[in-house]
């Protein structure tokens, strides 16, 4: 079974991804601890191929790294790359971006999954793009997931990402949608 190193030392996303590629014949591990790569990428995608390509590199194994966040209209895209970095904590970040849309009434917004699988030698060999269109609320709503989910509205779902299982989070978002791309590519990749 080949090794196909997650670019990040979140064991959470490891398990996550494991979840998402099901029993492909790829046996995915964390990246060393000591390797830290920085997102200097302009988009969610630039992200993902620099931090696949580096842990590629630097391990000299395949490697598999995502990108994602939340982009809203009315703000210009914001925050965009900056997702995670747009508040201390995910609350902050949820006052933060409310307070700036303020009564806006285009609430339309889309979070995005990039995901970029690099070959030892650090070129790209797969690269997919999931999306999921919303719209955010005026205040949150649910209890499940984490960062922008309770304030963002899946309308093909009638509800928000935090009111959502687990399964129906899967089936929605937009790393599912991603990892529904990448699937069909990442089995003709071969692994050697």
């Given at each position: ?24 014949d790829w ?81 339309q917004a ?83």
């Open positions: 079974m080949t090794i196909l190193v997650v670019a990040t030392g979140n064991p959470g996303k490891l398990r996550e991804m494991q979840e998402y590629l099901g029993d492909v046996q995915l591990q964390l990246k060393p601890p000591e390797l830290d790569i920085e997102e200097t990428g302009a988009t969610f995608m630039a992200n993902a191929e620099l931090k696949a390509s580096a842990v590629a590199k630097a391990t000299g194994q395949w490697a598999i790294a995502d990108d994602s966040g939340l982009e809203v209209a009315a703000l210009g895209g914001a925050p965009g790359v900056y997702s995670a970095r747009y508040g201390q904590d995910d609350r902050d970040r949820i006052e933060r971006l409310l307070r700036e849309l303020g009564e806006e009434t285009n609430r889309q979070f995005v999954c990039a995901i970029a699988i690099a070959r030892p030698d650090g070129s790209i060999a797969v690269q997919v793009e999931g999306t999921c269109p919303g719209e955010i609320l005026y205040s949150p709503r649910g209890t499940n997931g984490f960062g922008y989910d309770p304030i963002f509205y899946c309308p093909t779902a009638g509800m928000t990402f935090a009111e959502m299982t687990t399964a129906e989070k899967r089936h929605h978002s937009h790393r599912g949608q991603a990892f529904q791309l990448l699937l069909p590519q990442l089995q003709l990749l071969p692994p050697t």
